[in-house]
T-cell receptor, first 114, second 112 residues
Framework: GENVEQHPSTLSVQEGDSAVIKCTYS??????FPWYKQELGKGPQLIID?????GEKKDQRIAVTLNKTAKHFSLHITETQPEDSAVYFC?????????????FGKGTHLIIQP | DAGVTQSPTHLIKTRGQQVTLRCSPK?????VSWYQQALGQGPQFIFQ???????QRGNFPDRFSGHQFPNYSSELNVNALLLGDSALYLC???????????FGPGTRLTVL
């Protein structure tokens, strides 16, 4: 089955700097890649997603890039703010939005230093 | 617009007992997926319900079962609870099997 590796496990950046989180996947048939943000005591919140027919997608300070050949995708957050502090998860699916279930990475704890 | 809701918020059970968790999908959604999230880990897919049928299943034993009702709400049942079943159980809803999944706040299950 699909395996998703996520790095780093912890990332500390200064407020205003950029943060990059990287994920690799094993199944070349994967075609849907969402990113979720999880705050303490809450469920994961979708922040951005990308499908395999697109190489890059941007939404204000957040962007995701996808390299199908290398089987990796990355989350980029610019101008980080204290409210960006949370655990971020990447995920992958071989059937659209997750019809076969989303396979998640182990998460990245993003810490924004004031 | 109500998001995904889950009940109860917290639950404490003892080994060998049975538990039922409930999920109401986001308005307009017809598909419900269940995930187990152990402490410090990413969510793991349990199964997905669409049109009141289990459509896909992850690597979980038969002790985990579910149901979807005509109003699209869903239940997750776990029999013969083990200590290792202690986790946050998340429900996600989507419009169709291929739609973007939106998660609820989860139910924290503790097995003693």
């Amino acid at each position: 089955g699909e395996n998703v590796e996520q790095h780093p496990s912890t990332l500390s950046v200064q407020e205003g700097d950029s943060a990059v989180i990287k994920c690799t996947y094993s199944d070349s048939a994967s075609n849907y890649f969402p990113w979720y943000k999880q705050e303490l005591g809450k469920g994961p919140q979708l922040i951005i997603d990308i499908r395999s027919n697109v190489g890059e997608k941007k939404d204000q300070r957040i962007a995701v890039t996808l390299n199908k050949t290398a089987k990796h995708f990355s989350l980029h957050i610019t101008e980080t703010q204290p409210e960006d502090s949370a655990v971020y998860f990447c995920a992958a699916s071989t059937r659209g939005g997750g019809a076969d279930g989303l396979t998640f990475g182990k998460g990245t704890h993003l810490i924004i230093q004031p | 617009d109500a998001g995904v809701t889950q009940s109860p918020t917290h639950l404490i059970k003892t080994r060998g007992q049975q538990v039922t968790l409930r999920c109401s999908p986001k308005s307009g959604h017809d598909t419900v997926s269940w995930y187990q999230q152990a402490l410090g880990q990413g969510p793991q897919f349990i199964f997905q319900y669409y049109e009141e049928e289990e459509r896909q299943r992850g690597n979980f034993p038969d002790r985990f079962s579910g149901h979807q009702f005509p109003n699209y709400s869903s239940e997750l049942n776990v029999n013969a609870l083990l200590l290792g079943d202690s986790a946050l159980y998340l429900c996600a809803s989507s419009f169709s099997e291929y739609g973007t999944q939106y998660f609820g706040p989860g139910t924290r299950l503790t097995v003693l």
